[in-house]
C-alpha cells in the first residue's frame, strides 16, 4: 500500500524526543506526515546529549516545525525562549502524558488546524488539544 502524500501546506516536522522515536513517528509517517526524529538526526546516543536549543536551531534551518511534548520551551527557559523568537519556530505541543495512539490521533483530528497555523510565520506555540489546537502565549522576557 502506497504512503500517502502530505498536502502540500503541511510542513516537514521535527519530533522531539519527548514525543518517542517509535510509535508516534510511525502514525504520523502512516498518515503522510514527513518527519525526522532526534534519534535519526543525531544517532540514538548523540540525540540523548544534544540541546534543545541545539535541536532548535537544526529544526529552524531545516524549515520544520517542531512537535514536542514539553511546553516549558514557552515559559521556563530564558535561552530557549530567545531561541524560539529569535529563530521565528513553530512549535506545537502535546500532553507528556498522553499515549502515542492519542497523539496521532489528536494530530489526524487537527491537520487541517495545523496546515493554517503553520502557514504563518513563526514564533508560535499551539498546543493540540483532543478536538483542536489552541495558540498559547510565549512569556516575555
Do not use: C
Not at 5 to 21: C, K, Q, Y
Not at 107 to 114: D, H, K, L, P, W
Request: charged content about 30%; proline content about 9%; glycine content about 6%.
Amino acid at each position: 500500500m502506497p504512503t500517502p502524500t502530505p498536502p502540500p501546506e503541511l510542513p516537514r516536522f521535527f519530533i522531539d524526543r519527548n514525543i518517542g522515536g517509535i510509535k508516534v513517528p510511525a502514525g504520523l509517517r502512516a498518515l503522510g506526515v514527513e518527519l525526522t526524529t532526534l534519534s535519526e538526526r543525531y544517532g540514538v546516543h548523540e540525540g540523548e546529549r544534544v540541546t534543545d536549543v541545539q535541536w532548535m536551531l537544526d529544526a529552524a534551518e531545516a524549515g520544520e516545525a517542531v512537535l514536542m511534548a514539553d511546553d516549558a520551551i514557552r515559559r521556563k527557559n530564558p535561552e530557549e525562549r530567545r531561541v524560539l523568537r529569535e529563530l521565528g519556530l513553530r512549535a506545537f505541543v502535546v500532553n507528556a502524558q498522553a499515549a502515542a495512539p492519542e497523539i496521532v490521533r489528536r494530530f489526524e483530528v487537527s491537520t487541517r488546524a495545523i496546515e493554517r497555523a503553520s502557514r504563518r510565520p513563526g514564533p508560535f506555540v499551539y498546543r493540540l488539544h483532543p478536538e483542536r489546537i489552541e495558540q498559547l502565549r510565549i512569556r516575555a522576557d
